[in-house]
């Protein structure tokens, strides 16, 4: 079993570019799968599940492109 199997919740943030409480958040409501170890209770998420969320994302997106038609050009703003 490889070391790096399991990802702390600041790990997914900054793999995700949010902050630990927005991945958090993301465990409470169940759109990221993770578990809870150890007597401290702290979270972890396997790395699969972080990439199966992943890939969930970018088939929501492309649902919602499809669906909302293009009225500009230029890129939203960051």
Request: no cysteine.
């Amino acid at each position: 079993m490889p070391a790096d199997r399991f990802l702390t919740l600041t790990d997914v943030g900054e793999t995700l570019n949010i902050s630990p409480a927005q991945t958090y958040a993301l465990v409470r409501s169940g759109d990221l799968v993770a578990i809870k170890i150890g007597g401290r209770g702290q979270w972890r998420v396997e790395r699969k599940e972080l990439e199966a969320y992943i890939q969930r994302m970018y088939e929501e997106t492309a649902r919602f492109v499809q669906r909302e038609p293009v009225e500009q050009e230029s890129p939203p703003p960051e």
